[in-house]
Every structure is written in structure tokens, then in C-alpha cells.
Antibody
Framework: QLQLQESGPGLVKPSETLSLTCTVS??????????WGWIRQPPGKGLEWIGS???????YYKPSLKSRVTISVDTSKNQFSLKVRSVTAADTAVYYC?????????????WGQGNLVTVSS | QSVLTQPPSVSGAPGQRVTISCTGS?????????VHWYQQLPGTAPKLLIY???NRPSGVPDRFSGSKSGTSASLAITGLQAEDEADYYC??????????FGGGTKLTVL
């Protein structure tokens, strides 16, 4: 059974870089059938897609976040990572990683349990 | 402001049927992109409920069903149960090259 687990600091200072890693277990991140994505949810608010990556390294970002976001993949560790630069309080959210089919559609399943990141000095 | 519009809340008594709407535009749902639905129980990660408009993943009860027409989609829940109390989100794709979500609907079981 495929599982995803986010990890990273829970507190980041304003203007610094938020870094999170998603570890995939029970399956290979190098599968040609899937993309891997990041979605976030500010406290008490809705979901926002950040971006997705294929095992080859091809990336797709939400246009409004593209200038501050980098998603990368490490197939040797079965992990993919998220970096958000120049963070502000508006980047405070629970960050989820999830898997997305490459061909059949763009739904996300399964999801990790989430990692709350607070931006504060 | 979310690209896809959902009612903030709906409610129903146990055993009743409720529907949650998801309204988009000609650049997303109306452009032919599929709609997917997620259930988020309090304090947990979202869980896929319906994919590609009307398909249920294995393990999702057939009390949950989805449909799509024009620029809108709907999630229907029949035989409402207390355990269905959660937030529900629709999701699609937009021609602006972005995955988009609805703002979420809180379902209260009376």
C-alpha cells in the first residue's frame, strides 16, 4: 500500500526559505504512471495546488507561485522535495504531498498526513 | 476567491440526501476537464471520494455519487450518516495551466 510522509521544519522565519520533503513508501517514485504533487491548506481555509513533478524531473507549477517555488526529485531516496523562497505569513499552511496519475486524469490519491509550517519571527 | 465555487455549508438529517454543487467556467469544467471530489474529516488529510466526474475509488460507499454538466458538477450523498460530517472539496483543471480547487463545503449532519 503506497504511503507518503511529509517532513521538515514546523517554523520558518519571514523572508527565509521553506523546505519540505515527501518520502514515498510501498511503491516507486520512478513509476512512469504517476506525477507527484504538493498542495497546501492555510489554517481554516481551502486547498491550493502548488505544483507537480515527474520522476524525470519535469515540473509544473501554479503560475502565481512559480517565481518562488522549486520542486525536485531524488529517485535514489524515493523522495521529492519542495522549496518556497521569500516566505511571508501568507505561506503559513499545512503542506500535503500526494500522487497523481500521469495519463488517466489529474486527481490526487493518496495524500500524506500533512506538515504544518508556520511563518513567524 | 476560489476558481471553483462551492456553497460554504450544507446540512441534512440522518438518512436524508444532500447535494453539493461546484460551479466553474468555460476555462475549466466547461472546457471539458474532469471534476474530482475529496472528503476531509476533521484534523485529517483529504481523501479521494470521486474521480473523473462519477467514479468511486475502491472502498468508497455507493451512497456517494458525482455528476457533471456544462460548467458545473455535483456531489450527492444519500442515506446521510453522522460519519459523513466533514469538509468536501471539488477539483478540476484550468486552461491557465493550473490545478484548481473549490473553496470547500462543510457538511453538517443534524
Amino acid at each position: 500500500q503506497l504511503q507518503l510522509q511529509e517532513s521538515g521544519p514546523g517554523l520558518v522565519k519571514p523572508s527565509e526559505t521553506l523546505s519540505l520533503t515527501c518520502t514515498v513508501s510501498g511503491g516507486s517514485i520512478s513509476s512512469s504512471f504517476y506525477y507527484w504533487g504538493w498542495i497546501r491548506q492555510p489554517p481554516g481555509k481551502g486547498l491550493e495546488w502548488i505544483g507537480s513533478i515527474y520522476y524525470s524531473g519535469s515540473t509544473y507549477y501554479k503560475p502565481s507561485l512559480k517565481s518562488r517555488v522549486t520542486i525536485s526529485v531524488d529517485t535514489s531516496k524515493n523522495q521529492f522535495s519542495l522549496k518556497v523562497r521569500s516566505v511571508t505569513a501568507a505561506d503559513t499552511a499545512v503542506y500535503y504531498c500526494a500522487r497523481r496519475p500521469r495519463i488517466e486524469g489529474n486527481w490526487f490519491d493518496p495524500w500524506g498526513q500533512g506538515n504544518l509550517v508556520t511563518v513567524s519571527s | 476567491q476560489s476558481v471553483l465555487t462551492q456553497p460554504p455549508s450544507v446540512s441534512g438529517a440522518p438518512g436524508q440526501r444532500v447535494t453539493i454543487s461546484c460551479t466553474g467556467s468555460s476555462s475549466n469544467i466547461g472546457a471539458g476537464y474532469d471534476v474530482h471530489w475529496y472528503q476531509q474529516l476533521p484534523g485529517t488529510a483529504p481523501k479521494l471520494l470521486i474521480y473523473a466526474n462519477s467514479n468511486r475509488p475502491s472502498g468508497v460507499p455507493d451512497r456517494f455519487s458525482g455528476s457533471k454538466s456544462g460548467t458545473s458538477a455535483s456531489l450527492a450523498i444519500t442515506g446521510l450518516q453522522a460519519e459523513d460530517e466533514a469538509d468536501y472539496y471539488c477539483q478540476s483543471y484550468d486552461s491557465s495551466l493550473s490545478v484548481v480547487f473549490g473553496g470547500g463545503t462543510k457538511l453538517t449532519v443534524l
